[in-house]
T-cell receptor, first 110, second 116 residues
Framework: DAKTTQPTSMDCAEGRAANLPCNHS???????VYWYRQIHSQGPQYIIH???NNETNEMASLIITEDRKSSTLILPHATLRDTAVYYC???????????FGSGTRLLVRP | NAGVMQNPRHLVRRRGQEARLRCSPM?????VYWYRQLPEEGLKFMVY????????ESGMPKERFSAEFPKEGPSILRIQQVVRGDSAAYFC??????????????FGPGTRLTVL
């Protein structure tokens, strides 16, 4: 079973920031938080991951609370192409099997 | 810098036939993972392989399914005597060094298997 809980669906307006929350209250000290997304029926696309500190890359920012029990993925300027299912996953490292939950279905509105 | 490649992208088989799905990992990656996504469901882990070794096959069905990652060539997921319930999208992912938190799994485009 997935160790994370996410809202089933969200929407935001094009050009605005999309903030996707994730709860992982049972996360272990050695587990990272990974975010992937799946656009329509394509292969999952890696977005970002982090351990304790906030992380930022060209796609998104990841904000992890100090107690590490929750995190937020931020897409700063959402576009229509960001419409996808977003998965938050906790995992010890890249060599461990990824356990996908139901994810959040994000709809970006024109 | 080619990503993970999978072929074929679409595969149609009749019940009872064999399906062979191929996965070439990203350059420099020696770890391969297979996942299955049934229609309208999430991805489920099947198997994790390194070159010539199966590391974790806890998600593989006990019968008809097998996987290999030979020293040379792509990883192969083989399904014998396919049934309609095998119809799904099969995704392969690859990663580099293990135990390194800076690494991650990268996915291929998938193979969509349809069993008639």
């Amino acid at each position: 079973d997935a160790k994370t809980t996410q809202p089933t669906s969200m929407d935001c307006a094009e050009g605005r920031a999309a903030n996707l929350p994730c709860n992982h209250s049972t996360i272990s000290g050695n587990e990272y938080v990974y975010w992937y997304r799946q656009i329509h029926s394509q292969g999952p696309q890696y977005i970002i991951h982090g351990l304790k500190n906030n992380e930022t890359n060209e796609m998104a920012s990841l904000i992890i609370t100090e107690d590490r029990k929750s995190s937020t993925l931020i897409l700063p300027h959402a576009t229509l192409r960001d419409t996808a299912v977003y998965y938050c996953i906790v995992s010890p490292d890249s060599s461990y099997k990824l356990i996908f939950g139901s994810g959040t279905r994000l709809l970006v509105r024109p | 810098n080619a990503g993970v490649m999978q072929n074929p992208r679409h595969l149609v088989r009749r019940r009872g036939q064999e399906a062979r799905l191929r996965c070439s990992p990203m350059k420099g990656h020696s770890h391969v993972y297979w996942y299955r996504q049934l229609p309208e469901e999430g991805l489920k882990f099947m198997v994790y392989l390194q070159k010539e070794n199966i590391i974790d096959e806890s998600g593989m069905p006990k019968e008809r399914f097998s996987a290999e990652f030979p020293k040379e060539g792509p990883s192969i997921l083989r399904i014998q005597q396919v049934v309609r319930g095998d119809s799904a999208a099969y995704f392969c992912a690859s990663s580099g060094q293990t135990g390194i938190g800076t690494d991650t799994q990268y996915f291929g485009p998938g193979t969509r298997l349809t069993v008639l």
